[in-house]
C-alpha cells in the first residue's frame, strides 16, 4: 500500500512538473484550474506634496564674492559643503563681509525694531523689513518660498545690502 502511495504520487508530480516547465507558448498554456475570488475593495491613493521643495541656498556669484565661513545646523563650521544654515561671504570689489542666512518660517523671530523707512523695501521683488542693531550690524529680511531669508553686514549701508540682496540667485 505504501508504494502505491508513495508511486502515485511520484506520477502527479511529474505530470504537473512536465506541465510547469515543459516548453512552449506560455500564453496558449491554460492552467489545470483557477481560483475565482471576489474583487477586493480598492483603497484610496495616498496623496503626496508634489510641489518642488523650496531652494534654501540662495547664494552670491563667484564674481561678486568669495565664499569664507560656512555653519551647518549641527554646528559644523569652515568651508563645508552641504547643510549651511549660514554662510558668509567676502566681497570681491570691497572686502567687506556677508552672512546670508536661511531660516524656517518656525525660527524666524521678528525683529525687536524694524527700520522705519521712507518707502517700502523690497528684496528680489518681495516685501522686507530692515534693522540697525546696536553692535552696529545692519540687516535685511524677506519671505521667499515659505523660507525667511536674512542676509546682514556690519559695514555696508542698507542701500548697499538691498542692492547686493537683489543679485542672489
Known amino acids: 500500500m505504501t508504494a502505491l502511495t508513495i508511486g502515485a504520487v511520484t506520477v502527479a508530480l511529474v505530470f504537473f512538473a512536465a506541465l510547469a516547465f515543459a516548453p ?13 475570488a ?8 495616498p496623496t503626496f506634496n508634489t ?3 523650496p531652494d534654501r541656498t540662495l547664494v552670491l556669484s563667484d564674481d561678486d564674492a568669495v565664499k569664507t565661513f560656512r555653519i551647518t545646523s549641527l554646528g559644523q563650521t569652515g568651508l563645508v559643503n552641504n547643510d549651511a544654515v549660514a ?38 521683488g518681495r516685501p522686507a523689513d530692515a534693522t540697525f542693531t546696536v553692535n552696529g550690524t545692519t540687516a535685511v529680511r524677506w519671505l521667499e518660498n515659505g523660507t525667511v531669508f536674512e542676509m546682514s553686514s556690519r559695514t555696508l549701508t542698507l542701500a548697499q545690502l538691498a542692492e547686493l540682496a537683489n543679485r542672489l540667485r
Open 24 to 36: 512552449g507558448k506560455r500564453a496558449s498554456q491554460t492552467p489545470i484550474f483557477t481560483l475565482s
Open 38 to 45: 471576489p474583487a477586493l475593495p480598492t483603497m484610496a491613493r
Open 51 to 53: 510641489r518642488p521643495v
Open 87 to 124: 554662510t558668509t561671504y567676502r566681497l570681491r570689489a570691497t572686502g567687506d563681509l556677508v552672512t546670508v542666512l536661511p531660516l524656517p518660517m518656525s525660527e524666524a523671530l521678528p525683529y525687536a525694531a524694524p527700520l522705519a523707512l521712507d518707502r517700502p523695501l523690497r528684496i528680489r
